[in-house]
Structures are given as C-alpha cells and as structure tokens.
C-alpha cells in the first residue's frame, strides 16, 4: 500500500494552497478531475477567454498577491476598478443598490428613503429579516429580496443573519444618505485584478511549487477509514498521517462514515453560460445585478470590458435549487431563453453569438445557517481528532474570497509544520 504524510483531496486553489506551503515533501494531491484548478478554470474558445462565471482577484495581503504575481512569468495582470449596476424597471442604478435609491424614480426615492426611517429598532431573527431591519420594507423589497431569491434559490428566512459575511455590503442611515450627495460605493472589491490568461494563471502560479507527480489527476477519494487511517480511491488505498480535504464538507462526512444529517447542508447550484458576440456591447460596465423575476439571470458581466476589447464577451448565471434537475437538454432550454432575456434587458440587440460554453457549479453558494455553523464546527473537531482538516470554500462550507482559502490552506499548513521555502515573502 502507498503511504504519505499529507494527502490532500482536490487540486483547486485551497489543496494546491496546501501542498506548496507545507514543509514536507511527502505530500500527495489527489484530483477526480483530469486537470487542476477547480473553480478556478479558464476557457479559451474563437478567441474569447472565460472562466468558471466571473472568478475575480482581490487582494488584502499585498505579500500573497507578489508571492503569485512573481511566480507569472511574462503575464500581464491587468488591476481594474469595477463598475457595477443594478437593472431596476428598465434603468441602471450604481451598485450597490441600498446607497443609491437617489437615483430611482421620485416617488421610489421617497418610499425607500421614508421605510428606511420608520425601520423597526430589534435584532433580525434570519438573513431576510435582517434586509428589512437593517434598510426598511422598500429597499428589501425592491432589490435585496428579489435578487438574493434569485442567487440563493431558497426562502432566505432560513439562512442566518450574517449569511453572506463581509461579502454583504451593510450600509447605515448615515452613510445612504451622505451618498445622495458624494458617491462612495467602496466594497471589499472595488478594484480587482485579472490575468490576461484567465483565472487559470493564479492556479499555475500556485502549483509550481508543488512538483508534477505530486498530484494524482483522474484519482478521486471514495472512501476514508479513520480508525486505520487509510484512504480508498478509484485506483489503490493510501496510508496517511493526515488528511487536508477540501471536498463540499457533507461529501467528506460520508466518505468517512460520520453519522450526519444531510439536510443540514443545503446549497444552491448556478449555471453559468459564457457567450461570445461578433461584436462590442454596453462599454465600460463589468457587472450587472438583475432583481427582476421575469428575467431568468441574476447576474451578468462583461469580461471584452475589462481586456479592452472589441467583442461583447459575457458570463450570464442563473441560480437553481440543490434538487433542480440540470440535464443536456434544460441546458439547450436555458441557453435559449438567456439570449431571449439578454434581448429585453437590451444587452444584445442584432449582435450575432459566436461562441459559448455552459458550467454548472454545483454546489456554488452555501446555504450557512445557525444549524450548518454549529454543525461544521462540531463536525470539525471530531474529523480533528482523526488527523482529518476540512478547508476552502466548500471544506469549511461557507462564503469567501480565494484569497480568503489561501490564507486558510497556508495556516493550516504552517500548524502541521511548515517553514518557509526560499522564495516566500
Ligand atoms: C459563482 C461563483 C463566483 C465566484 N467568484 C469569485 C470571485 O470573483 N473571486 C473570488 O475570490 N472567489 C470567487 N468565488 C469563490 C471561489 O470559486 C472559491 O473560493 C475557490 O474556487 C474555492 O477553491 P477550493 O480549492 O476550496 O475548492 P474547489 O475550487 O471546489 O476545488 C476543489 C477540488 O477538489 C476536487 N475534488 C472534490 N472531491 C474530490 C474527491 N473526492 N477526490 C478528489 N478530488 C476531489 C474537485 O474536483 C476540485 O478540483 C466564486 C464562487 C462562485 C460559486
């Protein structure tokens, strides 16, 4: 039987993280898939590059922005200052939604503006509950229900006050107000980078410190026995010290035999269509939120509007309950029906689509509640006690950045026993 010190499950950014920070060589990632990256895959097709829906890079640790950005060779990395807009009746509204209601129409304003006043003054019992206590019933209704219903998929009355973590951009009376006269619309990524390559190129950088047989393509881990501390794959049995897994968090739980509920972890999962046009559309925009129900995507954006080019050149999503079922054909459906609803909003007019490609994230966005928080961390430290640590977006099943699993990967790595390799900052 093989033996390794670390075995990490899942080649995406978070495993990868892992395998180049830790000091030991004696570290195996196993990948199902035939190629590394995870969500962070890029697509290059009739000249038009791609990624898995917008996978956009902010940095707050300049150091680990340099560590990646040293290790790109001749890439350029372009540094962007986004535009994004809200699609409200036909209209474009600054992003985000709750502090520019100033730009509605008057009578709009003026319900906003008077329901954010009389808003009720108490702690919010769940994720919806807190868009009407925290901005009144016109805000919450107009946009942050319709479109968080639209990207979750779910009744947001069970998902937990803080659901979305700083990635929510909270905003009080003071600051909506101050912002009908001087716009400030900062949030976590009011600039952000993106390599001329693709999202792919961040992946690479990662993975050239971890040597090519490291990594076991096409070798997914079925099965892990804690008690022997052996772990089952589709081609052989490996003995490890521990294992880094960043697996959805429920699908380790099974693979390990812990008793869990399966209802605890619910989701959503997005279909994300890429859509090439032969030639430019709206100029200058990167994203747009669409609260509207009767168009199908929440969320568009426009990747030729941050390379400068002369092709609209787009990724459209669309988000759909955990048990929706998303086969070829659907596929075919939707795809019809975003071009359809890509005519409306008036995104595409006599445009000819040139190329396109279809992803389904499954799972995309975690359903955190009180439940799956107490759940997970229970869950964790018994995992622990067997060498087992789950990380990254979906191992620690929650909401955040890719900068965000870096971090977590290195500080995990650094507690197993790391020491800085030469070429870290
Ligand atoms: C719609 C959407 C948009 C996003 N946009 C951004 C953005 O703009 N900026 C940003 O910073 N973040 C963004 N993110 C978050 C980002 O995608 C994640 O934080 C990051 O990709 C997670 O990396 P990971 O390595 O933890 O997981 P993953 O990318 O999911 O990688 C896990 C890997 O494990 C493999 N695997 C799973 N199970 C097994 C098994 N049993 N055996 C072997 N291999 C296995 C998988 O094939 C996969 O390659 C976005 C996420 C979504 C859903």
Redesign the pocket.
């Known amino acids: 039987m093989d033996t390794v010190e670390h075995l990490v499950?899942?080649?995406?950014?978070?495993?990868?993280?892992f395998a180049d920070w830790v000091d030991s060589d004696d570290t195996l990632v196993?990948?199902?898939?035939p190629e590394?990256?995870?969500?962070?895959r890029t697509i290059h097709k009739e000249g038009f590059t791609w990624d898995?829906?917008?996978?956009?890079?902010?940095f707050k640790h300049p150091d680990i922005e340099k560590y990646l950005v040293d290790r790109m060779d001749d890439q350029v990395v372009r540094t962007i200052v986004k535009q994004s807009q809200v699609h409200y009746k036909g209209n474009l509204v600054d992003f985000p939604f709750q502090k520019n209601i100033h730009q509605l129409p008057h009578e709009e304003f003026l319900e906003c503006l008077v329901d954010l006043f009389e808003k009720e003054d108490r702690e919010p019992d769940n994720f919806r509950d807190m868009l009407y206590v925290k901005f009144g019933r016109g805000i919450a209704e107009k946009f942050l229900i319709p479109y968080n219903e639209k990207l979750y998929a779910t009744d947001l009355a069970q998902l937990d006050v803080d659901a979305m973590g700083r990635f929510f951009p909270y905003a009080n009376v003071e600051d909506i107000v101050r912002n009908f006269r001087k716009a400030d619309n900062q949030s976590y990524?009011s600039t952000?980078t993106y390599p001329e390559g693709g999202?792919i190129q961040y992946v690479q950088a990662i993975a050239k410190g971890v040597r090519p047989e490291q990594i076991a393509l096409n070798?997914?881990?079925?099965s892990i026995d804690l008690e022997r501390k052996v772990a089952r794959?589709n081609t052989r049995e490996i003995q490890y010290k521990t294992i880094v897994?960043?697996?959805?968090f429920g699908?380790?739980l099974q693979?390990a035999n812990v008793p869990h509920d399966p209802a605890v972890y619910t989701y959503n999962k997005?279909l994300?269509f890429n859509l090439g046009f032969d030639r430019k559309g709206p100029e200058g925009l990167h994203w747009i939120y669409y609260p509207d129900r009767d168009l199908c995507f929440y969320r568009l954006g426009f990747y030729d509007n941050i390379f400068g080019t002369d092709r609209m050149s787009m990724y459209v999503?669309l988000g759909y309950p955990a048990d929706a079922p998303i086969n070829a054909e659907i596929v075919e459906e939707r795809k019809a029906q975003v071009l359809l609803d890509l005519k409306k909003a008036g995104i595409v007019t006599d445009h000819q689509l040139v190329a396109d490609h279809s992803v389904l994230?499954d799972?995309?966005?975690v359903h955190i509640t009180q439940q799956s928080l107490q759940d997970v961390e229970a869950k964790k430290a018994l995992l622990k006690e067997h060498d087992v640590y789950s990380?990254?977006?979906?191992?620690s099943w929650t909401y955040?950045?890719?900068?965000?699993?870096i971090v977590e990967?290195r500080a995990l790595a650094d507690m197993l026993g790391a020491s800085p390799t030469e070429d870290s900052p």
Do not use: Q
């Open positions: 499950i899942g080649a995406g950014v978070t495993g990868l993280t196993c990948e199902a898939l590394i990256g995870g969500y962070c898995f829906s917008g996978h956009f890079f902010h990524n952000f999202a070798e997914r881990v079925l794959t897994s960043t697996t959805p699908k380790l693979m997005v994300v999503e994230l799972p995309a966005y990380i990254g977006r979906y191992g955040c950045s890719i900068e965000d699993n990967a």
